[in-house]
């Protein structure tokens, strides 16, 4: 039991420096249910307990870390659908990541990409 009294499930959030790329980015590209929130915010509703509020700071600067995962069954699939989309896969030549960006050398398949404000996503073969 939390020390504190919650009024619903905990939930995460981060920052962007343009609301409304982020908004067709989540919904139109990764086809993410993106809900209007109170004073310009928007929440990518990943399932029926499960949210992330996006939120406008000027000055932004992306996390130089992973922000969010997207677990998917084929990593191949994934990047390939995504890639249709217009997503550049990230490159880490010193992790070993693939010529698609794929990183197949032990733990879990991943790929990384940015969303328009430069804040590092993943999918993830689970």
Same mark, same amino acid.
């Given at each position: 039991?939390?020390?504190?009294?919650?009024?619903?499930?905990?939930?995460?959030?981060?920052?962007?420096?343009?609301?409304?790329?982020?908004?067709?980015?989540?919904?139109?590209?990764?086809?993410?249910?993106?809900?209007?929130?109170?004073?310009?915010?928007?929440?990518?509703?990943?399932?029926?307990?499960?949210?992330?509020?996006?939120?406008?700071?000027?000055?932004?600067?992306?996390?130089?870390?992973?922000?969010?995962?997207?677990?998917?069954? !084929?990593?191949?699939?994934?990047? !390939?659908?995504?890639?249709?989309? #217009?997503?550049?896969?990230?490159?880490?030549?010193?992790?070993?990541?693939?010529?698609?960006?794929?990183?197949?050398?032990?733990?879990?398949?991943?790929?990384?990409?940015?969303?328009?404000? #430069?804040?590092?996503?993943?999918?993830?073969?689970?």
């Amino acid at each position: 039991m939390p020390t504190i009294e919650l009024t619903r499930a905990p939930f995460t959030g981060f920052a962007v420096d343009d609301i409304e790329a982020a908004r067709a980015f989540y919904s139109e590209i990764l086809g993410l249910a993106v809900v209007d929130g109170d004073m310009g915010l928007i929440n990518l509703q990943l399932s029926e307990t499960n949210e992330v509020l996006i939120y406008p700071r000027p000055n932004h600067v992306p996390a130089a870390y992973t922000i969010l995962n997207f677990p998917v069954t !084929d990593i191949d699939a994934a990047v !390939d659908a995504l890639t249709a989309k #217009g997503v550049m896969f990230e490159h880490y030549p010193d992790m070993g990541t693939d010529e698609r960006g794929i990183f197949r050398h032990g733990g879990p398949l991943i790929a990384w990409f940015t969303d328009p404000a #430069g804040n590092i996503l993943s999918v993830l073969q689970a």
